[in-house]
């Protein structure tokens, strides 16, 4: 019933920024919770922001103060700002949304996953 499109991954050196985007399309009446979570090979997948209908965010440790999320409910797009980027945050990153269908059913979903490489 819906799918999530991610992009804006990427290579970036330590230090720098990248914004992800995801855009989600199919039956959907409004986002309600969305967030973003990433894995690295042979970890278990990190929650790493989630930002509620009212817009109130929340974020890990691991990323606090360094990346943002935000919600474009006209889009049904959430992004991620991710600034002063180190080595340890290379990872496939994903997004996830809860959405409320037409009809007042509700459902989760997770996009493809983005590869985002950070360099030394």
């Known amino acids: 019933q819906v799918q999530l499109v991610e992009s804006g991954g990427g290579l970036v050196q330590a230090g720098g920024s990248l914004r992800l985007s995801c855009a989600a399309s199919g039956s959907i009446f409004s986002i309600v919770v969305m967030g973003w979570s990433r894995q690295a090979p042979g970890k278990q997948r990190e929650l790493l922001a989630t930002?509620?209908?009212?817009?109130?965010?929340n974020y890990a440790n691991s990323v606090k103060g360094r990346f943002a999320i935000s919600r474009d409910n006209a889009k049904n797009t959430v992004y991620l700002q991710m600034n002063s980027l180190k080595p340890e945050d290379t990872a496939v990153y994903y997004c996830?949304?809860?959405?409320?269908?037409?009809?007042?059913?509700?459902?989760?979903?997770w996009g493809q996953g983005t590869q985002v490489t950070v360099s030394s």
């Open positions: 996830n949304v809860e959405v409320q269908h037409y009809g007042g059913s509700r459902g989760g979903y």
């Open positions: 930002i509620t209908s009212g817009g109130s965010p």
